[in-house]
């Protein structure tokens, strides 16, 4: 690809014009001692020092840029002034340096100088020649000069370099060097890389070169510092081939020198770019470049006569007194752009057509940019490539000069419309902020521009910006956008990302370690309670079924006896049942029970004899020999419930009372399951004698009732008969020894045993309570006929409560 070429008409002096300077090769050393200095030069006489004789006493902190020990191969891009002479009598021009600096390590010297003290050696290798078009080329063969320089590892043998000054000497005498005049694009930094790293700011760059104000670079590689000024300012067409007045402050050669254009080819680009004023020399009289400007060449800086600048530095010094130095800073260490002045801030606002253009170009680059080959699009196309920024930058240049020599063609025939253009709709150069317009007019390089143009350029390119239009949506949404990346949230929380992530990651890790080795001792514990249950289960195992033989066996013996006991137990109750109806029927026939119940018996219905009648003939008893009797029913009842397991008898919770504890009728309490009552087996007695009456309903027993057991069955039987008959010794003996019932739900109720008897006059009853409990006073009860039971009945009801009581009975 190929770039605009720089007109070479009278307007502007050409290389040619120039003396001709041939190249010179210098080496500058670092010594340990007495710091960076000149070694030996290449192309000079024998015994000239071009660096004393044109006063270069910073040529070698030039050429040793600060920093570039941290790197194997740095360069640095410097220009140097030229005075005038006595001998050349040539005028002060400017002159451009280029080092290349290598390193290495001072054993590995095959002659090591006795002034070699330290590890490393450091030198450099610098080309000045008259003019930086083709350093891009220059730069690749001074790097492979100084490698293979260093690889012989003998810097007395300087051959390769003597050679290397002849040829770039030859090729100046030959005009190679200057003949091809489109070397501008090779120069520097490609200009894509420079549009996607600065975006729409690197309008913002180029329009504040044009303002000159105080610009200063700061990164710490030297070569990408040097290369972003050289690209920055080939934006501007032909300005690489006009710096003759760079490199001082008082310089001003160009003005002298130029002519305004009088003729126009417009067949002819160059003559275009003539005839429209370009380039636009923003480096004229109090105007300085210094792609890298050492400390020693701030007092230049501060200097009264420098006015403007453009240049770099690497030392961090610098940023401390920005304010000073600076009007603008460009960090490219941190891809920031810090305008300190106000002014200044204000001009370089840019409009929403220099936004809406500077976007165009910026999605054109990114769309077609390729990692692999940054300097080339992917596409292999046009849009996008490096031919392609530097005409659209030209043409934006083009219409800024139109539009601006139309704005003040405006400002002095605004009220004759016949003067005005018929297809321009107001002032153009709106379109390029007005804050900018009025700073570039204050401006040195507009000043020589508008005097050296016709005031008429707006008919050869029309003055309308190239993406002319007012605000629209599309617009403040790219502006909002852009606004939001310009806010560098990614960079300002960078660092706190970082650190974020990082105690993230530990976290986890630690987290994770807690958890498992959480879940490992889980594991450990449910593991150690399944071991320790088998081995509860297997001897639990053991044990049980040694426990199932022995219990086994020791429960068939127990049923076995359990069985014999209770066949014993039921033929001597069948015995005792039968013994005893024998002898209540004998009593009653001697006595004759039943026949003298008197009108007790008339009262009663039919079947109300037997037991009832029997036991009314001793109602005229005493109530004294009735306590008597209670008491020796007391006494053995005390001692048969002394043999027993179960709750004793007699408890005062075995009778019902009224609640007031007054005398009077007590109601009833319904026998329990299990109990026999003391008139079942009195009137089975009957029953068996054939002098009862048909048996009638049996009634419900009033007063307090009694829960026999058979215990209480003997008890009675035998207090009845140490009244009734005294010296009967046909009377079945009462069992001596029978095991306590076994509990029941009502077993809180303990069990009493009644005596009744009839009373002549009334036929009341003394009811009296017996048992170890507390005393009782008498209740008066009504009593009611007594019905004799079947011997079958009673029967019935004494294996009933064998099958309730279920235990052992023994009797004697």
């Given at each position: 690809?190929?770039?605009?070429?720089?007109?070479?008409?009278?307007?502007?002096?050409?290389?040619?014009?120039?003396?001709?300077?041939?190249?010179?090769?210098?080496?500058?050393?670092?010594?340990?001692?007495?710091?960076?200095?000149?070694?030996?030069?290449?192309?000079?006489?024998?015994?000239?020092?071009?660096?004393?004789?044109?006063?270069?006493?910073?040529?070698?902190?030039?050429?040793?840029?600060?920093?570039?020990?941290?790197?194997?191969?740095?360069?640095?891009?410097?220009?140097?002034?030229?005075?005038?002479?006595?001998?050349?009598?040539?005028?002060?021009?400017?002159?451009?340096?280029?080092?290349?600096?290598?390193?290495?390590?001072?054993?590995?010297?095959?002659?090591?100088?006795?002034?070699?003290?330290?590890s490393?050696?450091?030198?450099?290798?610098?080309?000045?020649?008259d003019?930086?078009?083709?350093?891009?080329?220059?730069?690749?063969?001074?790097?492979?000069?100084?490698?293979?320089?260093?690889?012989?590892?003998?810097?007395?043998?300087?051959e390769?370099?003597?050679?290397?000054?002849?040829s770039?000497?030859?090729?100046?005498?030959?005009?190679?060097?200057?003949?091809?005049?489109?070397?501008d694009?090779?120069?520097?930094?490609?200009?894509?890389?420079?549009?996607?790293?600065?975006?729409w700011?690197?309008?913002?760059?180029?329009?504040?070169?044009?303002?000159?104000?105080?610009?200063?670079?700061?990164?710490?590689?030297?070569?990408?510092?040097?290369?972003?000024?050289?690209?920055?300012?080939?934006?501007?067409?032909?300005?690489?081939?006009?710096?003759?007045?760079?490199?001082?402050?008082e310089?001003?050669?160009?003005?002298?020198?130029?002519?305004?254009?009088?003729?126009?080819?417009?067949?002819?680009?160059?003559?275009?770019?003539?005839y429209?004023?370009?380039?636009?020399?923003?480096?004229?009289?109090?105007?300085?470049?210094?792609?890298?400007?050492?400390?020693?060449?701030?007092?230049?800086?501060?200097?009264?006569?420098t006015?403007?600048?453009?240049?770099?530095?690497?030392?961090?010094?610098?940023?401390q007194?920005?304010d000073r130095?600076?009007?603008?800073?460009?960090n490219?260490?941190?891809?920031t752009i810090n305008?300190?002045?106000?002014?200044?801030?204000?001009?370089?606002q840019?409009?929403?057509?220099?936004?809406?253009?500077?976007?165009?170009?910026?999605?054109?680059?990114?769309?077609?940019?390729?990692?692999?080959?940054?300097?080339?699009?992917?596409?292999?196309?046009?849009?996008?490539?490096?031919?392609?920024?530097?005409?659209?930058?030209?043409?934006?240049?083009?219409?800024?000069?139109?539009?601006?020599?139309?704005?003040?063609?405006?400002?002095?025939?605004?009220?004759?419309?016949?003067?005005?253009?018929p297809?321009?709709?107001?002032?153009?150069?709106?379109?390029?902020?007005?804050?900018?317009?009025?700073?570039?007019?204050?401006?040195?390089?507009?000043?020589?521009?508008?005097?050296?143009?016709?005031?008429h350029?707006?008919?050869?390119?029309?003055?309308?910006?190239?993406?002319?239009?007012?605000?629209?949506?599309?617009?403040?949404?790219?502006?909002?956008?852009?606004?939001?990346?310009?806010?560098?949230?990614?960079?300002?929380?960078?660092?706190?990302?970082?650190?974020?992530?990082r105690?993230?990651?530990?976290?986890?890790?630690?987290?994770?370690?807690?958890?498992?080795?959480?879940y490992?001792?889980?594991?450990?514990?449910?593991?150690?309670?399944?071991?320790?249950?088998?081995?509860?289960?297997?001897?639990?195992?053991?044990?049980?079924?040694?426990?199932?033989?022995?219990?086994?066996?020791?429960?068939?013996?127990?049923?076995?006896?359990?069985?014999?006991?209770?066949?014993?137990?039921?033929?001597?109750a069948?015995?005792?049942?039968?013994?005893?109806?024998?002898?209540?029927?004998?009593?009653?026939?001697?006595?004759?029970?039943?026949?003298?119940?008197?009108?007790?018996?008339?009262?009663?219905?039919?079947?109300?004899?037997?037991?009832?009648?029997?036991?009314?003939?001793?109602?005229?008893?005493?109530?004294?020999?009735?306590?008597?009797?209670?008491?020796?029913?007391?006494?053995?009842?005390?001692?048969?419930?002394?043999?027993?397991?179960?709750?004793?008898?007699?408890?005062?919770?075995?009778?019902?009372?009224?609640?007031?504890?007054?005398?009077?009728p007590?109601?009833?309490?319904?026998?329990?399951?299990?109990?026999?009552?003391?008139?079942?087996?009195?009137?089975?007695?009957?029953?068996?004698?054939?002098?009862?009456?048909?048996?009638?309903?049996?009634?419900?027993?009033?007063?307090?009732?009694?829960?026999?057991?058979p215990?209480?069955?003997?008890?009675?039987?035998?207090?009845?008969?140490k009244?009734?008959?005294?010296?009967?010794?046909?009377?079945?003996?009462?069992?001596s020894?029978?095991?306590?019932?076994?509990?029941?739900?009502?077993?809180?109720?303990?069990?009493?045993?009644?005596?009744?008897?009839?009373?002549?006059?009334?036929?009341?009853?003394?009811?009296?309570?017996?048992?170890?409990?507390?005393?009782?006073?008498?209740?008066?009860?009504?009593?009611?006929?007594?019905?004799?039971?079947?011997?079958?009945?009673?029967?019935?009801?004494?294996?009933?409560?064998?099958?309730?009581?279920?235990?052992?009975?023994?009797?004697?």
């Amino acid at each position: 690809m190929s770039t605009p070429a720089t007109p070479t008409n009278s307007s502007s002096p050409s290389p040619s014009d120039k003396p001709g300077f041939l190249p010179l090769v210098c080496v500058v050393d670092f010594h340990h001692a007495r710091g960076p200095e000149v070694e030996k030069w290449f192309g000079v006489e024998e015994g000239q020092d071009p660096a004393a004789e044109y006063d270069w006493t910073l040529l070698p902190f030039m050429a040793l840029s600060d920093g570039a020990h941290a790197a194997t191969e740095d360069f640095s891009y410097f220009t140097l002034l030229r005075p005038t002479t006595d001998k050349d009598k040539e005028a002060a021009t400017s002159l451009f340096g280029i080092s290349c600096t290598r390193q290495m390590d001072a054993s590995q010297l095959l002659v090591r100088p006795a002034d070699v003290t330290r590890s490393t050696v450091q030198k450099a290798v610098v080309v000045i020649a008259d003019s930086p078009q083709y350093f891009g080329m220059l730069r690749e063969r001074l790097s492979v000069v100084t490698k293979a320089w260093f690889a012989q590892r003998e810097f007395t043998d300087t051959e390769i370099l003597r050679r290397f000054q002849d040829s770039l000497a030859e090729e100046k005498k030959r005009g190679v060097l200057s003949e091809d005049e489109d070397r501008d694009q090779y120069l520097g930094m490609s200009l894509r890389e420079l549009v996607r790293e600065f975006r729409w700011q690197t309008l913002v760059l180029l329009k504040c070169c044009l303002l000159q104000p105080k610009m200063l670079f700061f990164g710490s590689r030297c070569e990408r510092l040097c290369m972003m000024q050289f690209s920055l300012i080939s934006l501007i067409p032909g300005l690489l081939r006009n710096l003759q007045d760079c490199a001082g402050p008082e310089l001003n050669n160009y003005e002298k020198r130029l002519v305004k254009p009088t003729s126009l080819r417009t067949s002819d680009r160059n003559s275009l770019l003539s005839y429209m004023g370009l380039p636009l020399q923003i480096f004229g009289k109090g105007s300085l470049l210094g792609p890298y400007t050492p400390l020693q060449q701030l007092d230049i800086l501060a200097d009264f006569g420098t006015k403007s600048y453009i240049v770099g530095s690497t030392n961090s010094l610098l940023l401390q007194q920005r304010d000073r130095y600076s009007d603008i800073l460009i960090n490219l260490d941190e891809d920031t752009i810090n305008i300190t002045s106000t002014s200044l801030k204000a001009a370089l606002q840019l409009s929403p057509a220099d936004r809406r253009w500077i976007d165009f170009i910026t999605q054109s680059v990114n769309e077609t940019w390729d990692e692999a080959n940054p300097g080339r699009p992917k596409t292999m196309g046009y849009v996008g490539s490096e031919e392609f920024i530097r005409l659209q930058f030209e043409e934006y240049l083009l219409s800024l000069i139109s539009s601006v020599k139309y704005h003040s063609h405006l400002i002095k025939h605004g009220n004759n419309p016949r003067m005005l253009l018929p297809h321009i709709e107001g002032d153009p150069a709106l379109d390029y902020s007005t804050d900018f317009v009025e700073a570039w007019k204050r401006t040195e390089n507009y000043r020589i521009w508008d005097n050296n143009t016709d005031s008429h350029l707006f008919d050869i390119v029309d003055p309308k910006h190239p993406c002319a239009g007012g605000l629209t949506i599309d617009d403040v949404q790219r502006r909002i956008s852009q606004q939001v990346q310009d806010l560098h949230l990614d960079e300002r929380f960078a660092q706190g990302k970082e650190v974020l992530g990082r105690n993230l990651a530990a976290g986890r890790e630690k987290a994770s370690t807690m958890f498992n080795k959480l879940y490992a001792d889980m594991e450990a514990l449910r593991e150690a309670q399944r071991k320790r249950a088998e081995e509860v289960r297997k001897e639990g195992g053991a044990g049980g079924q040694n426990d199932k033989n022995n219990g086994g066996a020791a429960a068939g013996v127990d049923l076995a006896k359990a069985q014999q006991t209770m066949q014993a137990v039921g033929a001597k109750a069948s015995t005792f049942v039968s013994g005893w109806a024998t002898w209540a029927g004998e009593k009653r026939k001697a006595a004759g029970w039943g026949r003298a119940s008197g009108s007790t018996s008339e009262a009663q219905p039919s079947g109300g004899g037997g037991w009832g009648s029997g036991w009314g003939k001793t109602g005229n008893k005493s109530r004294a020999s009735y306590a008597s009797v209670h008491s020796d029913l007391s006494s053995e009842k005390d001692s048969l419930a002394g043999n027993t397991r179960g709750p004793r008898l007699g408890s005062p919770d075995s009778i019902t009372r009224r609640p007031d504890n007054r005398d009077g009728p007590v109601e009833a309490r319904p026998l329990r399951n299990g109990s026999v009552s003391g008139e079942s087996i009195l009137d089975a007695a009957g029953s068996e004698s054939g002098m009862s009456s048909p048996v009638s309903p049996r009634r419900p027993v009033r007063g307090p009732t009694i829960t026999a057991v058979p215990p209480a069955i003997d008890s009675v039987v035998v207090a009845a008969a140490k009244d009734l008959q005294n010296g009967i010794s046909s009377l079945p003996a009462a069992p001596s020894v029978i095991p306590a019932p076994a509990p029941v739900p009502t077993a809180a109720a303990a069990d009493a045993v009644e005596t009744s008897a009839t009373d002549k006059n009334g036929g009341v009853a003394t009811v009296t309570s017996v048992g170890p409990g507390p005393s009782h006073e008498e209740e008066n009860i009504e009593t009611p006929p007594l019905t004799p039971v079947p011997t079958a009945a009673a029967t019935a009801e004494a294996a009933e409560a064998r099958s309730v009581w279920g235990n052992e009975v023994v009797l004697k």
